[in-house]
């Protein structure tokens, strides 16, 4: 009887993912193991079968565990890229996926520690991020001058997102909208929370964004 993929596979393949993102590189047998809680030789038998299925991939002196397209799809952690779209002259769009993304967290480079936080407000519409979308942070208790960050402000019980600079001792806060003012602070009350890496919002209607 060929092999299935059973709940425990399943589970397997969804660690192999997890300790790729945390290791920044796909685990070996052994670490699979030790993450899973099970011994070398449970881990070689199934290791054996997902192979079978096509879902898994081995490379490297100590067969290093890649997942296949196949097994992003089977667990539902990808999703499907049909091929590429022109915002200049127009191309061909494929019907069929190329591949899958591995993952959100690993298309948007997540690592171990980043949030999300809901955009509340219009100061930073020049950059494309709207009312309503999230952008993902990742903590920082310092940024470069010219990034986006966000920081809690003196007076304020709140977090606001703006792109800093600093200057002398103190630090501007500038939007990204013209309607709104830049703010500044002595750097020693503000707060640097993190910088953003990404947004994430829906499609519709949104300013153009600004050339820096």
């Known amino acids: 009887m060929p092999p299935r993929l059973t709940p425990l596979r399943q ?3 969804r660690l192999i993912v997890r300790l790729t993102r945390e290791a920044g590189g796909p685990p070996s047998a052994a670490e699979l193991a030790r993450a899973a809680g099970l011994t070398e030789g449970t881990i070689s038998f199934h290791l054996k079968a997902l192979t079978t299925l096509g879902l898994i991939e081995r ?16 667990i539902q952690s ?3 890229i049909y091929g590429q779209v022109a915002a200049g002259a127009p191309i061909l769009a494929e019907q069929t996926p190329d591949h899958v993304t591995p993952s959100l967290d690993d298309l948007l480079g997540v690592k171990e520690g980043d949030f ?3 955009v509340r407000g219009e100061s ?16 920082a208790p310092e940024v470069l001058d010219g990034e986006v960050a966000v920081v809690l402000i003196p007076g304020e ?10 200057f002398a001792e103190d630090v501007i806060l500038i939007s990204e909208n013209p309607a709104m ?6 750097a020693s009350e503000v707060q640097v929370q993190g910088r953003m890496i ?3 919002g829906m499609a519709g209607p949104r300013p153009l964004a600004r050339r820096p």
Not at 59 to 74: V, Y
Not at 157 to 165: E, G, H, V
């Open 181 to 186: 003012p830049r703010m500044t602070f002595p």
């Open 198 to 200: 990404a947004r994430l």
């Open 11 to 13: 589970n397997l393949l």
């Open 59 to 74: 490379t490297g002196a100590r067969g290093r565990l890649h997942l296949t397209d196949q097994a992003r799809l089977a």
């Open 157 to 166: 019980n709140a977090a606001t997102l703006k792109r800093l600079y600093h």
């Open 116 to 118: 999300l936080l809901q």
């Open 78 to 80: 990808g999703i499907p």
């Open 124 to 139: 930073m519409t020049g950059i494309g991020v709207m009312d309503g979308d999230y952008v993902l942070v990742r903590p």
